[in-house]
């Protein structure tokens, strides 16, 4: 460790704070690295998933739109509730033991929907899978934090994103195909062998030992104080409502919506696909210059003032069928600023703090668009006997609504980032 003679005095401003530095771009950290991204990808195309069997679901389980909703945000209930516990658990059992926890629960919850014959069964087989995806994310953050350096957290983390919006993207194009070919239950049997992958490979790359930040000042490292931090809130509920572009609307209700204009009937699916793409590209783009100085507060509002313009150029219906790809590959890119407020926590909190707080943020992002968007989205449909293009406008309005409340919430806060010194231990 550095003699104390050469810190600089510490101020109110200026924490000292201890880290175990850990290895750098090694072939096991590259391939654990994957191994989690491979998780965070099942975990986008399940929680979509039922978007893509609508018409299957609708006929098998005898639902109407609102029982829709509510069986896509069955997932989420278990999954944004058990987000703070995950932080919890990533710091005290570590990445490999709740990857694979993760994944065994994940499959379950695949074979239950994949046999399910009520709508009970089905809710109660996304509900199982939700809990299973719970920790996923703090995971893949954890497997970030373990094994790679500080200042490639953002270019990183954004990796998450590009993963599992390619993730999504394949789902979308393959989902389809393979429910025309064997059928939807037969679909989901096949993700039960896909989420046993990552089971099989993180005992062979990963340990439970942790090389977390180690904060000396008590407050910045005391998880309690995460939900006493109103800048963390502010931050978090923004990545909630610019997420519900992807969660709420591509992930759920865009299909039936573009669906909903006759030349867009068997074109949905690749439509929305742009969107995550456009999420998958601008998500480590935005990583990579968060890292490198850019003004992350002025991107967070034009990213949300450009999604606003966006979104309500999609719902005016004036495209023709062929701009909507790009629009819609425009949007996915806008959108996927909701990942900056991850690298503004990990600026602002070490340690255990750290892992709550990329918890609360993950927590309050999925919460917006997945526990209140659908549901709502789908009552207000449900509302309309025959539901047609314009009835969709309508009930699709409150998700730009929210965008614009997230641009006035970063208008008005400032967020400096932290001055901390940090001391390399040896280990």
């Given at each position: ?70 069986l ?30 993760a ?27 939700g ?31 590009m ?38 490979l ?12 180690i ?50 009937v068997?074109?949905?699916?690749h ?6 793409l ?114 969709y ?35």
């Amino acid at each position: 460790m550095q003699d104390n003679k050469s810190i600089p005095e510490e101020t109110a401003e200026e924490r000292v704070t201890e880290v175990v530095l850990p290895q750098v771009a090694s072939t096991r950290g590259v391939l654990a690295y994957l191994t989690a991204g491979f998780l965070v990808m099942l975990q986008f195309v399940l929680q979509g998933s039922v978007s893509l069997m609508v018409p299957e679901i609708k006929a098998d389980l005898q639902l109407q739109e609102a029982g829709v909703g509510l069986l896509s945000s069955i997932f989420f209930y278990p999954y944004v509730f058990l987000q703070i516990p995950s932080g919890w658990l990533l710091s005290r059992y570590g990445c490999r033991t709740l990857i694979m926890g993760a994944g065994l629960v994940m499959a379950l919850g695949c074979m239950i929907q994949s046999s399910a014959d009520t709508a009970l069964m089905m809710m109660l087989g996304r509900a199982v899978t939700g809990i299973g995806a719970a920790p996923v994310v703090v995971c893949f953050l954890g497997t970030i934090e373990r094994f790679f350096i500080a200042s490639m957290f953002g270019a990183l983390a954004a990796g998450m994103e590009m993963l599992g919006m390619i993730g999504a993207c394949f789902g979308d194009f393959l989902i389809p195909e393979s429910i025309a070919l064997w059928g939807w239950r037969y679909t989901l049997k096949i993700f039960v062998l896909l989420c046993l992958i990552p089971v099989i490979l993180s005992p062979l790359l990963m340990s439970d030992r942790q090389g977390l930040a180690i904060g000396s000042d008590g407050e910045s490292n005391n998880w309690k104080s995460v939900f006493r931090n109103g800048r963390i809130w502010v931050v978090s509920l923004y990545s909630g409502l610019m997420f519900a572009v992807i969660n709420a609307f591509a992930a759920l209700w865009a299909i039936p919506f573009l669906e909903a204009d006759p030349e867009c009937v068997g074109k949905a699916g690749h439509m929305v696909g742009m969107v995550f793409l456009g999420a998958a590209v601008g998500a480590p783009m935005l990583g990579w210059l968060a890292d490198h100085g850019l003004n992350i507060r002025n991107v967070m509002m034009s990213c949300a003032i450009l999604t606003v313009g966006l979104f309500m150029v999609i719902l005016s219906g004036i495209l023709p069928p062929s701009l909507h790809y790009p629009m819609l590959l425009v949007l996915g890119l806008c959108a996927s600023a909701y990942m900056l407020p991850f690298v503004l926590v990990k600026h602002w909190l070490v340690g255990e703090a750290l892992s709550m707080g990329l918890a609360l943020v993950n927590t309050v992002s999925v919460m917006v668009g997945a526990l209140f968007y659908q549901p709502v989205i789908g009552w207000l449909l449900g509302l309309h006997a025959d539901v047609c293009m314009e009835h969709y406008r309508q009930a699709l309005l409150i998700i730009p609504a929210g965008v614009a409340v997230a641009a006035c919430l970063v208008m008005t806060l400032r967020f400096p980032p932290p001055r901390v010194v940090t001391i390399p231990v040896k280990r």
